[in-house]
């Protein structure tokens, strides 16, 4: 992102100049962290028993130094996923409303320890909210609490999720790299078994304009400019998967494949 320095640098004639820099940014987009958010609001509601407000703040990339003051005196969890490592952070005051929400307490301070009940229900909302952050992370397994300064927790891409009154909270979500336009699970073989493709084979082309085809008629004869025997190729949608020779075999019509391998039509 191109952005302009506070300070003038110099000046030409009558005018203060501005330096200009490119300030690194991430490639997570904030729509995707949106839509994490309002599933995010969709299922907290439903799991407190209560309709919640939720908003984000934008996703940032995290600067050298940033990390131990989003992590330190907080509550952080981490979880394992196959593209990178998901954390999520609640600090002491939000930990502490938070817990407060949920079993309907009156407010004891934010260096009350959090009994073992209230501790686990931190988990769980943890859980959820690591869940729904897959399309970022991938999917995510093996949930659990982390010491910041005793383990390597590094955050990479950072956002935060404000939850509205009763509980006035926030709850800071840290990817341990910037996943950017290639976040999302890899697709398995296995997935794309049931899914129908259409696939035809072109035994011969022909380049034709606009005016011949608006006086095509039923019965009009289309001439082709390769001949009918040339090598045939089998396409779905417009990707050549395969190239061979058409025929008949038991009475239906039939290609046999010469050569495959994807390519993109020429025609």
């Known amino acids: 992102m191109l952005r302009f320095r506070a300070q003038p640098s110099g000046a030409s004639g009558a005018k203060l100049v501005r330096e200009t820099y490119f300030e ?19 299922r907290l509601s439903n799991l407190l028993a209560r309709e919640l407000t939720l908003d984000v703040f934008a996703p940032v990339l995290v600067k050298d130094g940033t990390q131990r ?17 998901l954390y999520v952070v609640f600090r002491r005051r939000d930990a502490r409303r938070i817990a407060q929400g949920v079993f309907g307490e009156e407010c004891g301070g934010e260096n009350v320890p959090l009994s073992a009940l209230e501790e686990r229900a931190l988990e769980r909302i943890a859980a959820e909210v690591a869940a ?9 397994n093996g949930l659990a ?17 404000r939850i509205g009154l009763p509980f006035d909270a926030v709850i800071g979500i840290g990817l ?23 696939v035809r084979a072109q035994f011969a082309e022909a380049v034709v304009n606009a005016r011949e085809i608006a006086a095509w008629r039923v019965g009009h004869t289309v001439r082709l ?19 061979g020779d058409c025929g008949i075999r038991a009475q239906s019509n039939a290609v046999v494949i010469a050569a495959a391998g994807r390519r993109e039509a020429t025609t």
Do not use: W
């Open 24 to 42: 690194p940014v991430t490639d997570l987009p904030i729509s995707a962290v949106c839509a994490a958010a309002n599933h995010a609001r969709a």
């Open 69 to 85: 003051v989003l992590f330190e005196r907080g509550s952080l969890y981490r979880a394992r996923g196959s593209i990178c490592d």
């Open 132 to 140: 729904l952050c897959a399309p970022f992370c991938g999917d995510a």
């Open 145 to 161: 609490r982390i010491e910041p300064e005793r383990e390597d927790a590094r955050c990479v891409t950072y956002f935060e999720l």
């Open 176 to 198: 341990s790299q910037d996943p950017g336009p290639r976040f999302g699970g890899k697709l398995q073989r296995s997935m794309l078994s049931g899914i129908a493709l259409d």
């Open 225 to 243: 400019d390769t001949k009918i025997g040339a090598p045939t190729m089998v396409k779905i949608g417009d990707c050549v998967v395969a190239s």
